[in-house]
């Protein structure tokens, strides 16, 4: 399968091995997919217009407010804008000049793995696993709380995953330990078992310094980057708004440690539309808009060339029940036109990915990620989270839909490589040689291209009706079941270097004791 | 659910019920969409032009051959083509100045129903269901052999879809009637049990006339077009070419009638690429215009003016079993660059659909189809068949597959509608009536667009992990059989006047008695 194996496969064995490996020559494993594809936009340049000036009019006449966050406030009113309490009203265009003025419209973050690192902006595209569920599932267990091995197990999956180039954040919520103590164990669990890049820790201000103190100890004398003189970026953090129009303590404390350390951050409104924006895609994209400048100019404030990525989160909610509901046209159009927007302004774009209701992987849990993770690659996503796992909304980590979603990235990957004009590409002496009413199967030109031909499914069942049923008949969850759990019984973690190692555990053992275990 | 309901709807009782009605008011029932959103394109206009260089190389050097029939064959030599034996080759762009002088940029499908009567081309997309499968299949009866009662039940599930505009072909094959008879009932099942337009038999040229003389007892006078005075195109039907690059006489026979009598005719190459043409894209689409070309212009030869589509199917096949497989991206390529070439030729186009291999209504269905949907929605397809109901490859056509692709339709309604700027879309009132920190669920903006506000799929679990396992923890497809089976017994025909209904018969009857039954 071309998610099962990487370079650390060994001794592949029986008839799994030898799909997968069959699968690895044919899906090349690249550090992130740089597109050569069109983008797709549905609104022109006026209707682009409309929603930047709606976001300044909201940003104007509205306003963000900045809680509990004093420093904020005294830099916003430094920078021009009207403060009356906790409340930011910014003049028609402000966020944009000063975001424009020092944010890099693309940037990479460094892996421990050079060959790992990401660029990310521009024509790129970077997917990561899912984020943040406190539950997992499987078809062995059902669903049930994350633990540390959870986590561990999906690091894994990330990093032996090829069409996977990030190792993500908190890929699920190891609630077996401390919550003041589980980002220590998670940000050595990315750095201990995947060489990918990764993300930090956002719940708190110190947890984000933990999280830069760790990444400095990976990256050592490297950690600075000798020409610029500024740190590398190592990590990028997901600072999430609390939508409509406001942020928190938690957030801005996070996201102002980061920029200090030079760590990019993503500025993600999140907005169920119906409950934190209007009902309607318009209206969802110019609060979107507003937030996400309001909090990427606080990101410049603090520390003129941070990287900051421009996010966008949107779900349309059930009218009915109010649950958050996915793959519905709404969002869809709504990333578009976000993705979009981005470009204008001139920075790299977070949404998308692998986004179900579903609580199981089921035809509604495929139905609804195709059609957020393909409109996410036309729209021209650069860095998509939550890409692999997803279930319930978010609730759970699913261990089956991780691989069958991470068979998904891998066709984006073909998707996105556009179509290739070459005189093999286009194949006129194929033609040639064939004519009429033969076929092409054993032709020079498809002997020649045959490993590469065409995207290969790990799991897609493409047998007959009879050779499916004398394989015992199982649905696509069913061989993802056998998938993943070959690809843990196979994976080999990457080399580390005994000392960082070291280093690591010691810094997490001390911080540790330091304080006492908290759940809140 | 928006599919579950028509205007024939009586007495909804039960949970159900007040579902499908909430839905169906807040799906618009459109006789066929009009987009308002960009088509997708990859290639640019210098890549298409290599295509269609390529197109009339093959055509030109190595050409098409038309089986066993020789009128064919006389009207290419009379167009200037260089015809030896059966092969027929065309100058450098005859084949396209043959179809550009006369074939029609849209056209008029004419239903018995007026009000379902559909426009065919330009940026107008119709949705009709799967075609051609001998098997069906059901949660109840697993795969089975169709029959003409599975048959009818299509005709029914499809009329009562509000997001399917037409009533389709052979809906599946009803196995249980001969094979030289199986038309009339089949024909006569769509007039009977559904108002909306459908497609013609062309497994024989004497078929065709039988479907033309029923949609004549159908239309009656009105059958001649008072304005033009050639026949109304009352039936659409499906050519397929014999690829590579080959067209049989039964095809040519059937397309010769249906030009003859003024009925549209989608003349498709069936491109299992790897097999009927290279293994690549810019092969399988050079191939396919070839193909395509000379098929409509043999249309515009035997009746210029003939309503003709452009059809693509591709599909690429498994190299390792040389099974076709489905919802893989270079289909999906094929499919974007296939319309952006109808679209410079100036003629409908027909392609996609819901397709893929899965035997089952599982993620891997659910995946492969929305994979081809959406891609046929943005690329800009006319005329869609297969849009509901497809399994294995289209050898079955699944009950409950049916029911979750007609929601996968309905939300490509609300996609293809794009985005609302109009006042009332930007909210920006709401926005300011609702403030930072505040929800917009009790908003006046939110209280007036409640309906309407976002599609509601009649199929997906939205609700808690809780509330759902309360449900019965059901799957989709478990959700879909319920559906079905509820729209079926729920089924009000559409009135048909007893004179037309007695005239269909007797016609029938006389035919069927006319000659023996054959299986052959």
Known sequence: MSQATATAHRRPSGRDAKRAAR???????????????????????????????????????IGIDFREEPDAL????????????????????????????????????????????????????????????????????????????????????????TSLHHSGGTICE?????????????????????????????????????????????????????????????????????????????????????????????????????????????????????????????????????????????????MQSGAPTFGTPEPALVLYTMAALARRLGVPFRSGGSLCASKIADAQAAFESANTLLPTCLAGVNFVLHVAGWLEGGLA?????????????????????????????QALDAVREVGPGKHFLGCAH??????SAFYRSPLADNNSFEQWEADGALDMAARANKVWKHQLAEYVAPPLDPAVDEALQDYMNRRKASFPDSNV
């Open 23 to 61: 699968a690895s020559r044919a899906a090349a494993s690249v550090p992130f997919i740089t597109r050569k594809i069109p983008y797709y936009q549905v609104l022109d340049k006026e209707g682009l217009q409309t929603i930047e000036r709606n976001a300044d009019t909201i940003m104007e006449e």
């Open 74 to 161: 005294v830099l916003f009113r430094q920078a021009g804008c009207d403060v009356q309490g906790e409340r930011v009203r910014f003049p028609r265009g402000l966020a944009r000049a000063i975001v424009q003025r020092s944010a890099p419209a693309e940037f990479t973050q460094h892996a421990r793995n050079p060959a790992r690192s990401v660029r990310i902006g521009g024509k790129n595209t970077v997917f990561a696993p899912a984020y943040g569920s406190p539950f997992v599932r499987s078809l062995d267990e059902g669903r049930r709380y994350g633990r540390i091995e959870d986590f561990r197990n999906f690091v894994k999956l990330a990093y032996m995953a």
């Open 174 to 318: 190891p609630v077996d330990l401390p919550v003041n103590k589980r980002h220590f164990d998670m940000v050595y669990s990315h750095i201990k078992y995947s060489d990918k890049p990764f993300m930090g820790s956002v719940t708190h201000p110190q947890r984000a310094r933990d999280t830069v103190e760790m990444a400095k100890l990976v990256f050592g004398n490297d950690f600075i980057d000798a020409e610029t003189g500024r740190p590398k970026t190592a990590v990028i953090s997901l600072i999430n708004a609390n939508s409509p129009l406001t942020f928190d303590a938690t957030m801005l404390g996070a996201a102002r440690e980061y920029a200090l350390a030079n760590q990019a951050t993503i500025i993600t409104p999140f907005i169920l539309a119906g409950a934190m924006s209007p009902v309607t895609v318009a209206g969802t994209c110019a609060v979107t808009l507003a937030e996400a400048l309001a909090g990427m100019a606080y990101v410049q404030l603090v520390n003129p060339g941070a990287p900051v990525v421009l996010g966008s989160f949107a779900s349309s909610l059930s």
């Open 397 to 425: 980590m699913g261990y089956e839909k991780f691989v069958m979603d991470a068979d998904q990235a891998g066709m984006m990957h073909t998707l996105l490589a556009g179509i290739d004009l070459s005189e093999n590409g």
């Open 446 to 451: 498809t002997q020649a291209n045959f490993e």
